[in-house]
C-alpha cells in the first residue's frame, strides 16, 4: 500500500517517454487561466544531455523546463504529465492545488539552451465545485488525453478517502484551453487515468485504507471503471468474483492480506490497454489482472512470481562496460 500522494506512474508511455527529452517538471504560483505564448524567463548557456548519450539507442537533451514554485510536506505537488501532439500543448496535474498546469510546447527547438517556460493554471477544484456540489475535491492524480487530441480526462479523489470519485471529461482547444463536458462518478480513489480509445476511458481505482487497518476503518473496494464518454456514465468493475478463488490465487503467488477477501485487499494501481484488454497492475498483491473490455469482467489474476536475489547473478557494475 502507498501514501496518499507517494503515486509514481507515467501516464501514456510513448507520450510522456518523448515528452521527458524535452522537459522536467518540478513542483507554481497560480496564474490566469487565460492561455498565454511561451514566455522564456532566462535561459542556460549550458547544455543539458542524457548521461549515457553516445552510448545507447536513444539519445536525450533538456529544451526546457517549469518550475511550479511551491512545495508540500506530503509531496505530489506535481507528478503526472499528459502531452496533446494535436494542439501542442502539456497538462501537468498539481493535485494539491486543484490546478492543471497547461504548458505551450510547439514552439519549442532543440537548441543548445535550455529555455524555462511559463505556464497557466486551470482551477479544476473550482470547476469541480461549481459542476457537481455533491462532491468535494480531494485530490487530482492523473490526466490523459484521447488519441484524436480532442479530450481530456482528469481523475478525483474525493476528501473523504473511502467516497466515490470522478474522472473530469474536458473538450481541448487548440489553444491550449479546456471545456469541462461533464464529471462521471466512478470507483473510490481513481488513481490513474487513460482512454482505450476516443470514446472509453478507464481508471483505475485504488480503494485504499487510508486510516490503516484498525478494527473501526474502512478498507474500500478496489476497482476498475468504464467510462463510456457520449453517455457520460460508468460502469466499476470489481474483484468479488474472485472473492471464492482466495486459497487458488495464494496458491499461485498472487499475496493477500490474512482475512481479507480479494475484493477488498486488491487495488489497482496502473492500467496498460492492449486491443480489448486492460492489464491492471496489482503492486501490493505481485499480481496482474486481466480487464475484458467486451463484458467488463476481470477474466484473471496472474502472480508476477518472485525473484531469489541471493541466488541469481546481478551485474550492477557499469564501470566495467559490460
Do not use: W
Amino acid at each position: 500500500m502507498q501514501a496518499k500522494n507517494s503515486r509514481r506512474h507515467i501516464p501514456c508511455r510513448c507520450t510522456a517517454a518523448a515528452l521527458a527529452g524535452a522537459i522536467l517538471l518540478g513542483a507554481a504560483p497560480a496564474v490566469s487561466a487565460a492561455q498565454s505564448p511561451i514566455t522564456p524567463r532566462s535561459t542556460d548557456a549550458c547544455l543539458y544531455s542524457g548521461f549515457e548519450n553516445g552510448r545507447a539507442s536513444l539519445e536525450l537533451k533538456k529544451i526546457a523546463g517549469y518550475s511550479a514554485g511551491t512545495f508540500h510536506v506530503d509531496g505530489g505537488v506535481m507528478e503526472i504529465i499528459s502531452y496533446n501532439t494535436a494542439t501542442g500543448y502539456a497538462y501537468a496535474v498539481n493535485g494539491q492545488s486543484g490546478l492543471l498546469t497547461v504548458l505551450p510546447m510547439s514552439a519549442l527547438q532543440a537548441d543548445a539552451s535550455a529555455v524555462h517556460l511559463s505556464g497557466t493554471d486551470i482551477d479544476l477544484k473550482a470547476l469541480t465545485a461549481q459542476a457537481d456540489p455533491s462532491f468535494t475535491y480531494g485530490d487530482m492524480t492523473s490526466v490523459a488525453i484521447s488519441p484524436d487530441g480532442r479530450m481530456l480526462a482528469a481523475a478525483l479523489q474525493s476528501a473523504s478517502y473511502a467516497d466515490a470519485g470522478r474522472i473530469a471529461l474536458f473538450q481541448c482547444g487548440s489553444d491550449g484551453s479546456l471545456t469541462l463536458q461533464g464529471l462521471v462518478p466512478v470507483g473510490v480513489q481513481p488513481d490513474m487515468v487513460t482512454f482505450a480509445d476516443n470514446t472509453t476511458v478507464l481508471s483505475a481505482d485504488e480503494g485504499e485504507p487510508r486510516m490503516g487497518y484498525t478494527a473501526d476503518t474502512t478498507d474500500p473496494k478496489g476497482s476498475v471503471s468504464v467510462v463510456d464518454v457520449p453517455s457520460m456514465t460508468a460502469t466499476v468493475v470489481d474483484f468479488t468474483a474472485f472473492d471464492s478463488q482466495r486459497d487458488a490465487l495464494t496458491a499461485k503467488g498472487v499475496i493477500l492480506k490474512k482475512g481479507t477477501a480479494p475484493s477488498v485487499d486488491l487495488e489497482p494501481e496502473y492500467l496498460a490497454v492492449c486491443g480489448n484488454q486492460v492489464y491492471v497492475s496489482l503492486q501490493e498483491a505481485n499480481a496482474i489482472a486481466v480487464l475484458d473490455l467486451s463484458t467488463k469482467r476481470f477474466t484473471a489474476i496472474h502472480s508476477v512470481g518472485f525473484e531469489d536475489y541471493s541466488i541469481t547473478p546481478v551485474d550492477i557494475d557499469k564501470k566495467d562496460g559490460r
